[in-house]
């Protein structure tokens, strides 16, 4: 049974630019769930998907965006990057539907986006 | 809107001292609530579940225990080691979807 995987780990950007952050749930995880975590900040929730449907999402504006593909893997896209963009993006997969109760989520390494 | 808290934002304690650490959340509404630990720049390890029906969960050293009426989770770490030190975060799944809500953590640094 493989873990979770994000890539790339680090990432350099220029404000005004565009980055797609990726993810591949665990072995037989459907529901992948998005988080921002800031220098020093608990982990904020972006949005999640449950079978390639968004379900559920978080106070980011429109220009975070997303998608699950059939093997449940996913993406984060951002547009128009903004310095305050650089943080900790993480990515956490669990088994179950949109309100499973008991389910645990596994979460990735994270990728570090920095935005200059 | 559902909040948790983290208090103190740090913590150092001598290696071999067994510890407390404190969760509080403002809505009691939950479906369960996790404890994660995470080392500096990585990701997130989950380290104990507790159902909302639940009062305590407990794996090896750790011991989760959770008061949903008075909105409150303590993580016990007991026999303290070095290898402890890390940061650890609380988060409640909330009642509406099933997003985490997380604190800040607390940095916790145990001493040789």
């Known amino acids: 049974e493989t873990g979770v995987t994000q890539s790339p780990t680090h990432l350099i950007k220029t404000r005004g630019q565009q980055v797609t952050l990726r993810c591949s749930s665990q072995?037989?995880?459907?529901?992948v769930s998005w988080y921002q975590q800031a220098l020093g900040q608990g982990p904020q929730f972006i949005f999640q998907?449950?079978?390639?449907?968004?379900?559920g999402r978080g106070n980011f504006p429109p220009r975070f965006s997303g998608l699950q593909f059939p093997n449940y893997s996913s993406e984060l896209n951002v547009n128009a990057l903004e310095l305050d963009d650089s943080a900790l993006y993480l990515c956490?997969?669990?088994?179950?539907?949109?309100?499973?109760?008991?389910?645990?989520?596994?979460f990735g390494p994270g990728t570090r986006l920095t935005v200059l | 809107k559902q909040e948790v808290t983290q208090i103190p934002a740090a913590l150092s304690v001598p290696e071999g001292e067994n510890l407390v650490l404190n969760c509080s959340f403002t809505?009691?509404?939950?479906?369960?609530l996790q404890w994660f630990r995470q080392d500096p720049g990585k990701g997130l390890t989950s380290l104990l579940l507790?159902?909302?029906?639940?009062r305590e969960q407990t794996s090896g050293r750790l011991n989760a225990s959770l008061d949903k009426s008075s909105g409150r989770s303590t993580l016990y770490i007991a026999a303290s080691q070095p290898g402890d030190s890390a940061t650890y975060l609380c988060?409640?799944?909330?009642?509406?979807?099933?997003?985490?809500?997380f604190g800040k953590g607390i940095t916790l640094s145990v001493r040789p």
């Open positions: 998907y449950y079978r390639e449907e968004e379900n």
């Open positions: 507790i159902q909302s029906s639940q």
């Open positions: 956490a997969s669990s088994l179950g539907g949109p309100s499973g109760m008991g389910d645990t989520q596994y």
């Open positions: 809505d009691s509404a939950i479906y369960n």
């Open positions: 072995s037989g995880h459907n529901t």
């Open positions: 988060a409640v799944r909330d009642g509406a979807n099933s997003k985490l809500t």
